[in-house]
């Protein structure tokens, strides 16, 4: 068992209060936060040590090296990697994936080849692929998850053939928490005669990992995950893959000599690390590595397994709320509590929980092929880490509660509580904002259908899902019939209702000019004196908000660009990014 209150005495942004409230992060699956220990070691280097590393003569230069080259072993040995020279030190997780693109997979994919990813995989594992696919004409196939969360073991199988040269899988899923049967599907993966890449951001920072044991070639993760600051990841390459792998970055560090006209480089892992390298980031991560040998691994798996089984025991008590993923234990951390609840958008949710000062993800969570397998556009996701407590847990729950309780269709805005906002944040204090943007969530304008001949144009927020169709009919310069349809958090829905209400009968200019004062005032601009918003003044703290502003401006954009079209003109034929 842990001592989560000793440990959460390490942490001192754990003592802020947010919105009034003590704050409570349930965001790690993000970034960690992170312990007095790793932020004295980022002083301590730049206080007594900073110096360039491996170049310098000098007694200082000689210092910053070796406490760099030492966080290097500490590494090593916390994945048990064969040896320190396996450990390359590169921004993030993201860089180690794409490093292992360049520097092998240029040299080792060939057209016709095949990269075998899965459907639970992070952005940073899939995007890396699609772009050397594009460059050599290999094909990306992918392994489906079953109703479960879980990898569909006998589809891999079935997937995996001669042409198949690299398997790319997640340990750990950022959004369902599930643990991936590494070890098994290594043995698979080798036996066609490809290897594996192990995404290993939401493992390392959570399990006790042994990169042989678990037959990964290449493993990635960030430090910024477990405990260690922003600006550093690591990648482990098995020794026996360093020799299929061409230097990714050039430059100085990299190499072992260079004339004008040809170069040869330096032995790995710094062949791979070009330029001055993140040294304060580096020895901090050696120092977040420190304190979690120091707590144990295995302690803080158990303290995962602990919340999550708690998380779903409380949450799925709410009303309306539906978990994602198999339940903690052998196939999931329990470090991600990720739901939606029937009626109330991600956002929404997230807003309402940050105004009691309770930190949680909401959106796609960069696995918007996952989103699609599950059906849904967005999801809250609560993570936990080793600082969090069964208190907080209990919070979160009970917050929750009453979120289900503020959006069920059958409440009257009139008897709502104050602290079940719509959209939290925004506007903690502002009465006004919470009943007119909740009002019109409830009950948008613009629904009826409109006939004869419109223009209809559609618009889409891809980071939380968000999407608006307008139908505009004009007549005389003037709008004859608008309707709004589509889904989203409440201020996406309530601006959309708002623009209906507004524009139903006005001119065209009228429009556009509506358009460039709403457009001003989320830009936190004057609106001009004589032009009256109405509603839409509820919505003026959204500015402060970036993410939100894309919520309240979808609909808007949208009317943009159907104003823009001429009567008869087709939308072409892809989606509207408007983040
Ligand atoms: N893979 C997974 C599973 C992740 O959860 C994340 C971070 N959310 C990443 C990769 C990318 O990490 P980073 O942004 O630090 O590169």
């Keep these: 068992m842990l001592d ?18 003590p704050l409570v992060y349930l965001d790690s699956a993000a970034t ?47 994945i048990h990697a064969p040896s320190p020279a396996g450990v390359i030190f590169v921004r993030n997780a993201t860089e180690a994936i794409n490093l292992v693109a360049r520097a092998w997979g240029d040299r080792n994919i060939h057209e016709g080849d095949e990269i075998l990813v899965t459907a639970m995989e992070h952005h940073s594992n899939l995007v890396p692929w699609h772009l050397l696919a594009r460059r050599t004409g290999a094909r990306i196939r992918a392994v489906p998850i079953d109703g479960d969360g879980r990898l569909d073991m006998a589809a891999l199988d079935v997937l995996l053939n001669q042409r198949t040269r690299l398997v ?59 405990l260690g600051p922003t600006g550093v990841g690591v990648l482990v390459v098995q020794p ?10 050039g430059g100085g560090e990299m190499i072992r000599e260079v004339t004008l006209m040809s170069s040869t480089y330096a032995d790995p892992p710094w062949r791979f690390e070009a330029g001055t390298p993140n040294i304060a980031g580096v020895i901090a991560l050696g120092a977040a590595v420190d304190y979690l040998r120091g707590v144990g691994m295995e302690a803080i798996a158990q303290h995962g397994l602990v919340m999550g089984a708690q998380a779903r025991a409380l949450l799925s008590a ?35 929980l940050d105004a009691k000062g309770i930190a949680v993800r909401a959106g796609h969570h960069c696995c918007q092929p996952l989103m699609a397998r599950l059906g849904l556009p967005a999801t809250t996701r609560a993570s936990f880490y080793l600082y969090n407590t069964e208190a907080e847990v209990e919070q979160l729950a009970s917050a929750l509660s009453e979120v289900a309780r503020t959006y069920s269709p059958s409440k009257s805005v009139a008897s709502m509580t104050p602290d079940g906002v719509a959209a939290g944040s925004a506007a903690p204090d502002d009465e006004f904002f919470r009943e007119v943007v909740l009002d019109h969530y409830l009950h948008p304008a613009g629904r009826e259908p409109v006939d004869g001949p419109v223009v209809e144009w ?12 307008l139908r505009l009919k004009t007549e005389d310069g003037r709008i004859a019939g608008l309707q709004v349809v589509g889904h989203g958090c409440s201020i996406s829905v309530a601006s959309g209702s708002m623009l ?26 004057p609106l001009p ?41 087709p939308q072409e034929p892809h989606d509207h990014d408007h983040s």
Excluded at 323 to 351: Q, R
Excluded at 458 to 469: A, F, Q, Y
């Design 32 to 78: 960690s936060q992170k312990p007095r220990a790793v932020i004295d070691a980022l002083v301590r280097y730049y206080e007594t040590t900073n110096a360039n590393v491996h170049r310098g003569v000098y007694r200082l230069a000689e210092e910053a090296t070796q406490e760099y080259e030492s966080a290097r072993t500490k590494v090593a040995a916390f």
């Design 318 to 352: 709410v009303p309306g709320l539906t978990l994602l993923g198999p339940p903690p234990g052998p196939f999931a951390t329990g470090g991600v509590a990720t739901f939606t609840i029937d009626n109330v958008h991600p956002h929404d949710i997230a807003a309402a």
């Design 458 to 469: 559609h618009g889409k927020n891809p980071l939380c899902g968000d999407e608006v169709t």
């Design 529 to 569: 004196a004589d032009l009256d918003i109405g509603d839409l003044a509820a919505l003026r703290g959204v500015k402060d908000l970036p993410v939100r502003v894309k919520c309240a401006l979808l609909a808007w954009t949208t009317l943009e660009e159907a104003l823009d079209t001429p009567p008869g003109s």
């Design 168 to 226: 790319a899988v997640t340990h750990v899923s950022n959004v369902l928490g599930t643990i991936n049967p590494i070890a098994e599907i290594a043995r698979r993966t080798h036996a066609v005669g490809a290897a594996l890449l192990v995404d290993g951001a939401q493992s390392v920072p959570h399990m006790p990992i042994d990169v042989t044991s678990l037959g990964a070639d290449f493993l990635a993760f960030s430090g910024h995950k477990m």
């Design 4 to 21: 989560v209150e000793r440990i959460r005495a390490d942490f001192p942004i754990l003592s802020r209060t947010m919105n009034g409230h």
């Design 240 to 249: 026996d893959r360093y020799d299929q792998m061409d230097p990714f970055l």
């Design 500 to 525: 209906a209400d507004r524009l139903e009968g006005r001119t065209l200019d009228e429009a556009r000019r509506l358009l460039r004062g709403v457009k001003a005032m989320f830009r936190g601009e």
